[in-house]
């Protein structure tokens, strides 16, 4: 366990306590809620307030494990001029998976209350921002954009090949998203706004770029841009961007002093939602694991209802298929990441999907570093704590400080 010796005889003796005078088992249930016990609740309060979470006591070992794999893919801590290392391959960043890696750490600063993880994520925030919001030459910032608003250009996928190729870079709607995501997280981490200003001058920018047909009944989106914004590269819409920015965007309002931010641009995506919801569907995990995420955001309302009924039914065909016990080479693991943190995170999943979750994660755990140094181990140890990106986590409660 990562607290003080006073910590733990404190927390010790509050937890032997529980158990000799609590007539039920209750101690033993995950969530603090079911507890009744004033001197549990106290032990509770004692720990949450350090950043150690009651139900981390069962997954030490995904903890220790979810560190290791973080100062693989991003060095060790080195002391306050700390930079994370590039990947292993040519890409140096990768917007995607760099989101999940500042969530990542602020999940560790979370679990063990040590503020080296806040500077880490602190630091890859301003590494992404020098490397993805510049140009593949790394000489200017993207059109819009300022060293003090490095947001306002979007940021770039940060793929290997020049853009115009098949696969080529640009910027993808559902990455931008996540980093958004991202930003929120770490002004609720510092009590700063600034990173939550900078998600929203982002969103400001890029959705009129994305969006288009924004005065029909039904907008609609491109699903990948030009590095500068100008152009659209794939002009299909991607299955879950209108969600995405749904979520996202509320999210981004709901922490900011400004009460008409992003007003227009949720309504957008409001109409896409409600034109789209009931004809969800899927076969990718990947895809069907963010929408179960995606959902778990607002839950009583009746496009996440829905998009959660159908994504999980898709997911248990998928698994009653033997979709999940295919060889490796069929599968792909930060797809089936996916599945494993949607699950892990909305409740209407159930327990079974819980130790499905366990299982695909102790499956992959030998196979991480097969494919990639970066995407699969980073989603892994999402999978592993998905910590701040659950609605559930303590970090929701908390309010950035007002400028």
């Known amino acids: 366990m990562r607290f003080s010796p006073v910590r733990a005889v404190v927390f010790g003796i509050c937890v032997w306590s529980t158990v000799r005078f609590s007539s039920s088992n209750s101690f033993f249930h995950k969530t603090a809620t079911n507890i ?11 720990t949450i307030d350090r950043g150690f979470s009651s139900n981390n006591m069962a997954t030490n070992k995904n903890l220790d494990r979810f560190m290791t794999v973080m100062d693989e893919v991003y060095g060790k801590y080195t002391g306050p001029n700390w930079v994370p290392k590039a990947y292993k391959d040519n890409k140096s960043r990768y917007l995607w998976t760099d989101a999940f890696g500042v ?16 500077d880490q994520a602190d630091a890859l925030i301003k590494n992404v921002h020098d490397v993805l919001g510049k140009d ?9 954009a300022t ?5 306002k250009g979007g940021l770039r996928i940060g793929k290997e090949d020049a853009e115009g190729t098949s696969d080529g870079d640009g910027q993808y709607f559902h990455y931008l998203t996540k980093w958004m995501v991202a930003l929120n997280r770490m002004s609720l981490a510092k009590g ?23 005065d029909s009944a039904q907008p609609h989106m491109y699903w990948k841009i030009s590095i500068d914004m100008s152009k659209p590269w794939v002009r299909s819409e991607g ?15 709901d922490y900011s002093s400004e009460k008409n931010v992003l007003k227009r641009e949720i309504e957008d995506m409001q109409k896409m939602v409600t034109a789209k919801y009931r004809s969800y569907s899927s076969d990718d995990p990947l895809d069907l694991g963010e929408a179960v995420w995606i959902a778990h955001w607002y839950p009583s309302e009746d496009w996440s209802k829905t998009l959660t009924s159908k994504s999980l039914s898709s997911l248990e065909y998928l698994y009653s298929r033997g979709y999940f016990d295919m060889p490796v080479r069929y599968r792909l693991a930060f797809r089936e990441f996916g599945t494993t943190i949607g699950v892990k995170t ?27 140094h970066d995407i ?3 989603m892994y140890c999402t999978s592993l704590i998905p910590g701040v990106l659950d609605r559930d986590h303590q970090i929701n409660k908390q309010q950035p400080k007002e400028e």
């Open 136 to 144: 593949r030459k790394g000489i200017k910032r993207l059109d819009g």
């Open 147 to 151: 060293d003090e608003e490095p947001t």
């Open 376 to 378: 699969t181990p980073v």
């Open 103 to 118: 969530c990542n750490y602020i999940t560790l600063y979370y679990e063990t209350g040590n503020k080296q993880y806040l």
């Open 239 to 253: 299955n879950l961007d209108p969600y995405d920015g749904y979520i996202t965007y509320r999210m981004l309002h």
């Open 36 to 46: 009744t016990s004033p001197v549990f609740q106290t032990a509770a309060l004692f």
């Open 192 to 214: 700063d706004p600034k990173y939550n200003h900078w998600a929203i001058q982002m969103a400001e920018s890029i959705h009129p770029r994305f969006v288009y047909n924004r």
């Open 346 to 372: 909305n409740k209407a999943a159930g327990a079974e999907w819980l130790q499905r979750a366990e299982g695909l994660n102790q499956f992959w755990e030998k196979n991480l570093y097969s494919r990639d």
